[in-house]
């Protein structure tokens, strides 16, 4: 039976090394859909589809990030059996961290490096007012003011009609969140920012240094919290470089 986590596509058997990709709040597998021609042919991509959107539009999301790191945990057991890395952006980036914790409490392969991209560390205190349970109204003017949803997309009703329930269980997921102190990650770790990201500061990139005993680095990219699209082959030559591998060339997409 196909695994959902993956899609319409599990990972291919021969991939020497695996990148699980994870979204940010109210975004899908398709966040990472112009990665596979970025990446380096010995990365392969793996773009992660939570409950709730794209090709699982029609499960409920769930609320809880300790539930969906849990369910990650088990969906991706039989995908551990060579190297991997686990990268998050901003809501993607708090679940990859909650990810590896989960992988280590079950005893079960790590990643080779975690890469959180336009978060601030797990510790630090949340400093948006919460919209979980405001009313429609506000929840869009909050995807407003992060500035990541297409204005023609806020603008139609019955899409995010369609969409509320998922962005709620996302910014439920968030806000219910509580960080509990364990030992630092015997995993490297690299965090990445928008050099013009107005949410997550580059003093609150610095706190994830306390969360690995190994290696860490901050590297900054142009642009605001979504650099994540607007940036894509440089973040893609961040993780090459992290693995030694030459920088991709950007082909046509």
């Not at 369910?71 to 952006?89: M, Y």
């Not at 961290?97 to 989960?102: A, C, H, K, N, S």
């Not at 590297?219 to 699209?229: A, V």
């Amino acid at each position: 039976m196909p695994n959902p986590w993956f899609g319409r596509s599990e990972p291919a058997q021969g991939a020497a090394f695996r990148l699980f990709c994870l979204p940010y709040a109210g975004g899908s597998a398709a966040a990472y859909r112009d990665w596979h021609a970025l990446a380096p042919h010995d990365i392969q991509i793996c773009p992660l589809e939570l409950p709730g959107r794209g090709s699982r539009i029609l499960e409920p999301p769930l609320t809880r990030l300790p539930q969906l790191s849990g369910a990650l945990a088990e969906a991706l057991a039989p995908h551990l059996d060579r190297p991997f890395a686990v990268f998050g952006h901003s809501m993607g980036g708090l679940l990859a961290f909650e990810l590896t914790r989960t992988l280590r409490r079950c005893r079960r392969p790590l990643p080779a490096h975690l890469f959180v991209s336009a978060v601030a560390g797990p510790d630090a205190p949340r400093t948006r007012p919460p919209v979980h349970r405001a009313s429609d109204a506000d929840v869009v003017d909050e995807l407003r003011a992060l500035g990541g949803t297409p204005r023609e997309l806020l603008e139609d009703e019955e899409l995010m009609r369609l969409m509320l329930p998922t962005i709620r269980a996302d910014f439920s997921a968030l806000e219910t969140y509580r960080y509990r102190p364990e030992p630092p990650l015997p995993v490297p770790l690299t965090v990445l920012g928008g050099t013009d990201d107005p949410l997550v500061p580059v003093p609150g990139l610095e706190g994830w240094h306390r969360q690995t005993d190994v290696d860490a680095a901050v590297r900054l990219l142009p642009g605001g919290h979504f650099f994540l699209h607007s940036a894509a082959a440089g973040v893609m030559a961040v993780i090459a470089e992290t693995f030694g591998i030459p920088a991709p060339v950007t082909r046509c997409l």
